[in-house]
């Protein structure tokens, strides 16, 4: 039930950081290592390539997923759009582990490519927020988001859960192949709960973001590098889906490839600066746009501030921001949607899950 809460999008995203916590426990015993069933252990260490198959925004996680998982584990991955996969068939190696990202383990489009694998005789595990769903019956192993129930049409928690479980997983298995582990995973989980709490205690000025920024604009861009342009990605769904503004993630490079042309005077650009490895170059592509009349909305990571931004968020690993990044996303969208009269939880056209081709 949303109790209180004018809608259940703005009680689940309230509900991240408690997620995030529940997660720890869950995959975390009394030694605080962190335990997987053996079933997934074994699964990924036959695997020498992981393809993950998910939509939309779980799509949007898997493609953070692939570089945790690369990054951390070695593991070569790739990422694909479920509905494509028949089209663009990558080629696949000796022994491929399909990896499925779902949230409500019901899409159609990706059981598609499941039960396609499974003909072939390719191994599956499911990522999914619930238990018993036909993704987690029919892979052959299944980890849980231990989200709750996710009501809203537009993906939140599910999300952020998503890409914490992802980060387990990847740690577990560089931990299986000896690798050196950049951080202590739980340990900044736990520290990023406190900073998703810290950054929805301060909704009114998101609130405020969406009001001058995208209250009575036709479309917004969202750039990023590296990790922030996939974040980007996911913000622009958000908006798009909630609030029917016309938006665009792009990664910062590619501006000049063609979309720059769209930039006029008023054009709101949404850009997150939380990369160490990205921050000056996607400096460089604010300071282009404003150029030519962008009104920029600059969410940006200690250490990595100017005064003009809009807003600053704690620092955080690296290979972990897009768990607090999106967070402005969400609530910027939210409040765009409520202050364009949308129905927040139930927009046009969609449905929680998709269950046609
Ligand atoms: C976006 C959204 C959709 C879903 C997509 C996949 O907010 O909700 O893009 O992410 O339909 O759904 P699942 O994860 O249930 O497979």
Known sequence: EKGTYAHYMLKEMDEQPAVIR???????????????TEGVR??????????????????HAGLVGKQLIER?????????????????????????LFLFISQSGETADSR?????????????????????????REANETMLLHAGPEIAVASTKAYTAQIAVLAILAYDIARANGKKLPFDLMTELARVATIM????????????????????SRNAFFLGRGMDSYVGLEGALKLKEISYIQAEGYPGG????GPIALIEDGTPVITLVSQPNT?????GNIKEVVARGAVACTISMEGMEHESDSFVLPRVEPLLTPL?????LQLISYYAALARDCDVDKPRNLAKSVTVE
């Open 324 to 328: 607090v990044t999106v967070l402005p």
């Open 112 to 136: 598609a490519v499941l039960v396609e694998v499974k003909k072939r005789g390719y191994k599956a595990l499911t990522l999914t927020n619930v238990a018993g769903s036909t993704l987690s």
């Open 279 to 283: 921050h000056l170059n996607i400096r």
């Open 42 to 59: 074994s699964l990924v260490s036959e695997a020498d390539r992981i393809y993950i198959v998910a939509c939309g925004t779980s799509y």
């Open 254 to 257: 590619e501006l000049k490839h």
């Open 72 to 96: 951390v584990a070695g593991v070569p991955t790739e990422v694909h759009v479920a509905s494509e996969f028949g089209y663009n068939m990558p080629l696949l190696t000796e022994k491929p």
């Open 22 to 36: 529940n997660i720890i426990q869950h995959y975390q015993n009394e030694n605080g290592d962190i335990e997987l």
């Open 197 to 216: 709490d810290s950054v929805m205690a301060q909704k009114e000025i998101f609130e405020q973001l969406a009001d001058k920024f995208l209250k009575e």
